[in-house]
């Protein structure tokens, strides 16, 4: 039931007291969630998404979509979030729903329902625009943002890039999909964990990425391989300014030289894996190999496997979840933290990536 | 040279591949809670590269029959369910078995040629971590074969290491606690040895550090000037569970109080460490040990309670006595409750009472310490201190400080595990009543779902070689020096009548008069 604004405290006081009568259910919050909608056919998996969060995490959600058109206005819904309709509540579910030029008063409301001295964190649901004065204003208030890069393009590495710079520490950016990218990276690293495997490194000619890309998407590279991408160059101090990145693109890979390596990308069509999703990472050296695939048969599961000479490991497989987007989102809010890596990778691979993936603003020509 | 790839991640370090050995692999700790962990360690990658398991015990097995019975448990006890069919098929693949009595040689000659051969083929490089599933009585034979058999890492090596884990009960008195000891140091210096007590494994434990040492406004009350007593309960509600023969050599003053309980007590009176480090966090618990006053002479009788439950029943169902168990003499005189009054002679605590208390077939399976502040010092609440209006002062209920009741922080460990604040607000209202109320942390209602269990995290530390978890010898040996006069004192003085609780109670009413002599009470739980 759609209610004013200001009654909404009142009503979440409410329905925590009607809850106190049937459960012995501790009202506790750990933060505020702001997901900002900015397509309403995004609505219900926002909401889904949140809801699955506060089970894992208690907190305070609140959704906020803009309807284009109508009168300007904000309305409210008040609920509380439970696991199931029978278990207990677990926190506030507030939607906020702006219609005309109503958008424009979100962030001083979101601010006000926000719960006092505990973090906010600001999820921008669905791409993210390259201007967007709400999400902007809507910073202010943020300890942390999430976004999904996943559902941006390769170039977007680069307005990412500049939303960390912004941030000047103001508040810690998260992405899904380097959330996603973890275990992999967990994956490549334990590639190096002896001497002998390390010591390889300084010959490592080639590295082989291999990934599913979106539908029509002509990206060199999806964003996480994008990621992916930059880490490694973070790792290894290889040289991103434009002069010293060669690129060579074809139709279905691309090449990209830096510091003595080539870095391939393949696209390869798995509909069973989420587009954009890493299929297969291979590291040459001189005289060792090192592989990740992900299984044909299960895509979940990942096959790992290293020669390196003198050094006995043997292959193992090793469960790499696709999770979707409400474990994702909680990962990432389990321990809200200024990620450097992150912020590095992003560094590395937008420069890195800028050759062959500019920014729209930045384009010869473009208004 | 450091791997640049775990920079920055989660886990920034990696431990060394070596081999599991389980001593007495065909028991119920390896089915239940030994293969369950390292399996759900796996299934969360956490098991490093190459690494392998060796179960060694008597019962003739193949690897493959072996591994059937591992996966039954694991498919009964792994907090993960079911079996992920893709990680089970790895993680058997590297399971192995070897067979013979712990007392012949020869068996040790083939167990090391087996790991060998595992370290050629997995690149575990003579990597070995023990684990010693079998009673203490054997682990002088399986150290002597150990060490013969050329098994024993020195801990000076650089190349490869040794670690070697011990399950409780470490000895049963200090005599043979020390002998175990002397026992283990013949073959393995202390860094080596890894003394497991699950219950540090336990989350919630490790919080305590967390809520004392991570907050600043606890740590200035935590001392005598604004603490009364300190309260700790480790309840359980089943009984013996077939374990008659274990319980009548140990009791619950062996099994739980001289391990779980004390450590507890040590991780709520400790001094803060310099640093989370193994040795300053373990220098620090023990201090506490060396501190409580000891309990002989005439005291034994005065500061503790031994109970026996009898008959009764557990939620409505009827339950025998403890001489009813099977395998418990129908005489037996074991303690299947203890309580006590404690005291820390130290700056910090000089005088505060500390009442413990460890049970079975209690009212409730609950684990909780409790602080207990003192009263407010002046009834600023009071008539004569207020200017109210002739009305209101009639109705007030508050007329002494001593009436006020005092708060209470209770930190839950198990079940429901977290932390609650017990303090007074004033009832609504023109009268200034107060009423005791709470403010309440779960975990479950934060945090939601359930974190590794105690064994996933001590098995995870022992293979970083961290052993900050795990109980020192030193440490072992004060708990048995206050525990063994008391156990002593008691041999000497059969108990009067037992048994003296019925099953599904608080215990005897004389753990009821032990702490009301002072003008206090239990928790009700």
């Not at chain 2, 089970?88 to 013979?100: K, N, P, T």
């Not at chain 2, 009673?135 to 890492?153: C, H, I």
């Not at chain 2, 497991?196 to 336990?202: N, S």
């Not at chain 2, 989370?276 to 000891?294: G, Q």
């Given at each position: 039931?759609?209610?004013?604004?200001?009654?909404?405290?009142?009503?979440?006081?409410?329905?925590?007291?009607?809850?106190?009568?049937?459960?012995?259910?501790?009202?506790?919050?750990?933060?505020?969630?702001?997901?900002?909608?900015?397509?309403?056919?995004?609505?219900?998996?926002?909401?889904?998404?949140?809801?699955?969060?506060?089970?894992?995490?208690?907190?305070?959600?609140?959704?906020?979509?803009?309807?284009?058109?109508?009168?300007?206005?904000?309305?409210?819904?008040?609920?509380?979030?439970?696991?199931?309709?029978?278990?207990?509540?677990?926190?506030?579910?507030?939607?906020?729903?702006?219609?005309?030029?109503?958008?424009?008063?979100?962030?001083?409301?979101?601010?006000?329902?926000?719960?006092?001295d505990l973090p906010v964190c600001i999820w921008w649901v669905g791409d993210l625009p390259d201007h967007d004065d709400l999400f902007d204003r809507l910073l202010g208030i943020a300890d942390i943002v999430v976004v999904n890069s996943c559902e941006m393009d390769l170039r977007d590495l680069e307005k990412l890039d500049g939303l960390v710079s912004r941030s000047r520490d103001r508040f810690a950016l998260s992405d899904l999909t380097w959330i996603r990218l973890r275990p992999l990276q967990?994956?490549?690293?334990?590639?190096?964990?002896?001497?002998?495997?390390?010591?390889?490194?300084?010959?490592?000619?080639?590295?082989?990425?291999?990934?599913?890309?979106?539908?029509?998407?002509?990206?060199?590279?999806?964003?996480?391989?994008?990621?992916?991408f930059g880490w490694i160059v973070h790792v290894l101090g290889l040289p991103t300014d434009p002069a010293g990145v060669r690129w060579h693109r074809e139709s279905t890979w691309s090449e990209a030289s830096l510091g003595g390596i080539v870095f391939r990308f393949d696209r390869e069509d798995r509909p069973?894996?989420?587009?954009?999703?890493?299929?297969?990472?291979?590291?040459?050296?001189?005289?060792?190999?090192?592989?990740?695939?992900?299984?044909?048969?299960?895509?979940?599961?990942?096959?790992?496997?290293?020669?390196?000479?003198?050094?006995?490991?043997?292959?193992?497989?090793?469960?790499?979840?696709?999770?979707?987007?409400?474990?994702?989102?909680?990962r990432c809010l389990e321990r809200p933290k200024h990620d450097r890596l992150l912020e590095a990778s992003l560094r590395a691979g937008s420069r890195a990536v800028r050759p062959v993936a500019p920014r729209l603003s930045s384009r010869p020509g473009a208004g | 040279m450091v791997n640049p790839f775990r920079a920055g991640l989660e886990t920034e370090r990696a431990c060394l591949p070596a081999v599991f050995v389980i001593f007495g692999a065909s028991g119920d700790l390896t089915r239940r809670k030994l293969i369950p962990a390292l399996y759900n360690l796996a299934l969360s990658r956490l098991l490093p590269t190459g690494m392998s398991i060796v179960g060694f015990a008597l019962p003739e097995m193949t690897d493959e029959q072996f591994r059937a019975?591992?996966?039954?448990?694991?498919?009964?006890?792994?907090?993960?369910?079911?079996?992920?069919?893709?990680?089970?098929?790895?993680?058997?693949?590297?399971?192995?078995?070897?067979?013979?009595?712990?007392?012949?040689?020869?068996?040790?000659?083939?167990?090391?040629?087996?790991?060998?051969?595992?370290?050629?083929?997995?690149?575990?490089?003579?990597?070995r971590i023990y684990y010693?599933?079998?009673?203490?009585?054997?682990?002088?034979?399986?150290?002597?074969?150990?060490?013969?058999?050329?098994?024993?890492?020195?801990?000076e090596d650089g190349n490869r290491y040794t670690r070697i884990i011990v399950e409780k009960p470490f000895g049963r008195d200090l005599a043979t606690a020390q002998a175990l000891n002397a026992d283990l140091h013949r073959v393995f210096a202390e860094?080596?040895?890894?003394?497991?007590?699950?219950?540090?494994?336990?989350?919630?434990?490790?919080?305590?550090?967390?809520?004392?040492?991570?907050?600043?406004?606890?740590?200035?009350?935590?001392?005598?000037?604004?603490?009364?007593h300190l309260q700790i309960t480790v309840a359980e509600d089943i009984g013996v569970e077939g374990?008659?023969?274990?319980?009548?050599?140990?009791?619950?003053?062996?099994?739980?109080?001289?391990?779980?309980?004390?450590?507890?007590?040590?991780?709520?009176?400790?001094?803060?460490?310099?640093?989370?480090?193994?040795?300053?966090?373990?220098?620090?618990?023990?201090?506490?040990?060396?501190?409580?006053?000891?309990?002989?002479?005439?005291?034994?009788?005065?500061?503790?309670?031994?109970?026996?439950?009898?008959?009764?029943?557990?939620?409505?169902?009827?339950?025998?006595?403890?001489?009813?168990?099977?395998?418990?003499?129908?005489?037996?005189?074991?303690?299947t409750f203890v309580a006590m009054q404690l005291e820390v002679d130290n700056w910090r605590f000089a005088g505060v009472p500390i009442f413990v208390r460890a049970g079975k077939r209690l009212a409730r399976r609950v684990t909780e310490i409790s602080i207990h502040f003192k009263h407010v010092p002046h009834a600023v609440l009071a008539p004569p201190s207020m200017s109210l209006s002739p009305t209101f002062q009639a109705d007030l209920r508050v007329e002494d400080a001593s009436r006020v009741d005092p708060d209470v922080l209770a930190i839950r460990i198990q079940p429901d595990e977290g932390i609650g604040l017990r303090f007074v607000a004033k009832v609504p209202g023109p009268s200034m009543t107060l009423r005791p109320v709470t403010m309440d942390f779960r975990y479950g209602s934060v945090f939601g779902g359930s974190g590794p269990e105690a064994y996933e995290r001590l098995i995870l530390d022992a293979?970083?070689?961290?052993?900050?978890?795990?109980?020192?010898?030193?440490?072992?040996?004060?708990?048995?020096?206050?525990i063994t006069p008391i156990l002593q004192g008691w041999a000497k003085e059969p108990p009067e009548k037992f048994p003296n609780y019925a099953a599904g109670t608080w215990g005897p009413r004389r753990a009821f008069d032990l702490i009301e002599a002072g003008g206090r009470a239990w928790r009700r739980l």
């Open positions: 039931m759609k209610i004013p604004l200001e009654g909404v405290e009142r009503a979440i006081t409410k329905l925590w007291e009607e809850e106190a009568t049937k459960s012995s259910a501790p009202r506790l919050e750990l933060m505020t969630v702001v997901a900002l909608v900015s397509d309403a056919r995004l609505l219900d998996r926002a909401k889904k998404a949140v809801n699955d969060l506060v089970c894992a995490q208690a907190a305070r959600t609140i959704v906020a979509v803009s309807l284009p058109g109508g009168e300007a206005e904000i309305t409210a819904e008040a609920a509380l979030h439970r696991r199931s309709p029978d278990s207990p509540a677990r926190g506030d579910a507030i939607v906020l729903e702006a219609t005309g030029a109503g958008r424009e008063w979100l962030p001083e409301n979101v601010d006000r329902l926000a719960l006092p967990e994956l490549i690293a334990r590639f190096f964990d002896d001497e002998a495997a390390t010591a390889c490194l300084s010959s490592l000619s080639r590295v082989h990425v291999t990934f599913t890309p979106r539908e029509n998407e002509q990206d060199a590279a999806s964003t996480q391989a994008g990621l992916l069973e894996v989420p587009c954009g999703s890493l299929l297969g990472v291979h590291f040459e050296c001189e005289s060792a190999r090192f592989a990740i695939e992900r299984q044909k048969d299960d895509p979940d599961a990942f096959r790992w496997s290293r020669e390196v000479p003198g050094v006995a490991a043997p292959p193992q497989t090793f469960r790499v979840a696709i999770h979707d987007e409400s474990t994702l989102l909680i | 019975s591992m996966r039954e448990g694991v498919a009964q006890f792994s907090r993960r369910k079911p079996i992920d069919e893709v990680v089970w098929e790895d993680f058997a693949s590297r399971l192995h078995y070897v067979s013979g009595k712990f007392e012949d040689p020869a068996n040790f000659a083939r167990l090391r040629e087996a790991l060998e051969q595992l370290d050629r083929k997995n690149g575990t490089r003579g990597n010693l599933a079998i009673p203490p009585s054997v682990f002088p034979v399986v150290n002597d074969n150990l060490s013969k058999a050329g098994l024993v890492a020195d801990p860094e080596q040895i890894f003394r497991i007590d699950h219950y540090l494994g336990k989350e919630t434990v490790q919080n305590i550090v967390a809520l004392r040492f991570g907050n600043a406004i606890f740590e200035p009350l935590w001392n005598r000037n604004h603490i009364d374990r008659g023969k274990f319980y009548e050599e140990a009791g619950a003053m062996r099994d739980i109080v001289q391990n779980h309980l004390l450590q507890l007590l040590m991780v709520t009176a400790m001094e803060p460490p310099v640093s989370f480090t193994a040795d300053e966090v373990r220098d620090e618990k023990v201090k506490v040990l060396r501190a409580l006053r000891p309990i002989v002479g005439p005291d034994i009788a005065k500061l503790t309670v031994r109970g026996q439950y009898g008959p009764g029943n557990m939620a409505g169902h009827a339950v025998a006595g403890y001489r009813q168990e099977p395998n418990v003499s129908p005489e037996s005189n074991m303690d293979l970083f070689g961290d052993p900050t978890l795990f109980a020192r010898a030193d440490e072992v040996s004060a708990a048995w020096r206050f």
